[in-house]
């Protein structure tokens, strides 16, 4: 995943907005601070915070050099500390003969599920894969619904994929402000974790164009707001917003000379706040 770089007149606005363009948790991300905020005269911020922030991985280290570790581990001996550990840590199965412990230990590859119910191995799958496995989900969804709609793959960037539902009368898989697409979107997510065992990429499921077109309303929506913060001085706080429509907000006012944003409250009322950028 990619590093992504914001500001903010805080560390922790600047690591919010990093968030926000993440689309992630603050335990799900790792971040490098670049510039920390500078106060000039009269409490005036010189600069603001900037930082970078990715995704945290979640390949394990391979088995390999977990194995040449442990052998290294054996050769060194250990100092003391070490081996008060391994005589505190140590069960009945280390009695058994020397050449068991040589086998390798099990691979340390699964992790959780979404849910916590399930187990699956953390490793990066092909996108084409995933995709393969949403639109076969996404296919039998919109059969068990009685919908006669296509679903086709389409390739966003490098690490996203999205797949879009198309046809007529769809609004029942759309829902109240896309409450059920939501929904939709993290359970075809979930099946494409659990049959493959990705983790890496991102899949977006769009239906009968409804995301690409509430992109494009925030996004003028979001210049409007800009526009009247440039012509009052006062910043405008939000309605709240999912994770997805507050990228667009920020990536449309980030792009508009004279304003900045910055995010605040908690999920699932977290707000968007369009303010002017300080003079200096």
């Known amino acids: 995943m990619e590093w992504v770089e914001t500001t903010g007149r805080t560390l922790e606005e600047a690591k919010d907005a990093a968030l926000d363009q993440l689309g992630v948790d603050e335990q799900d991300a790792e971040f490098e601070v670049l510039e920390e905020p500078k106060s000039g005269l009269f409490g005036r911020l010189r600069s603001e915070a900037r930082v970078r922030a990715r995704v945290r991985p979640t390949r394990p ?16 001996g250990g100092n003391g ?5 391994g005589e505190r840590d140590r069960t009945p199965a280390d009695t058994r003969p020397a050449e068991r412990s040589e086998s390798p230990r099990p691979r ?29 989900f996404l296919e039998g969804l919109v059969a068990e619904f009685g919908q006669q709609a296509a679903v086709a793959v389409h ?14 009368d769809l609004g029942l898989l759309i829902g109240p402000k896309g409450q059920t697409l ?36 925030l996004a003028r929506f ?13 910043a405008v706080t939000l309605e709240p917003m999912t994770p997805a429509d507050r990228k667009v907000v920020h990536d449309t006012a980030n792009d508009i000379d004279g304003v900045s ?15 002017p950028e300080p003079t200096i």
């Open 61 to 76: 280290r391979p088995k390999d050099d977990r194995r040449d570790r442990k052998r290294s581990g054996r050769r060194s």
């Open 81 to 85: 500390r070490d081996q008060a550990r």
């Open 108 to 136: 340390r590859e699964r992790a959780p599920s979404r849910n916590g119910d399930d187990m699956t191995t953390t490793e990066d799958v092909p996108l084409e894969r995933q995709a393969e496995v949403a639109k076969g």
């Open 155 to 168: 390739p966003v960037d490098e690490d996203t994929i999205e797949v879009r539902v198309t046809g007529d």
């Open 182 to 217: 939501t929904a939709i979107q993290e359970l075809a997510r979930t099946v494409v974790q659990r049959q493959t065992g990705a983790h890496n990429g991102r899949l977006i499921v769009d239906v009968a164009g409804y995301r690409q077109a509430r992109r494009e309303a």
């Open 222 to 234: 979001t210049r409007d707001v800009a526009a009247k913060v440039l012509e009052s001085g006062e």
């Open 261 to 275: 944003t910055a995010s605040e409250g908690e999920e699932p009322r977290r707000r968007v706040v369009i303010l």
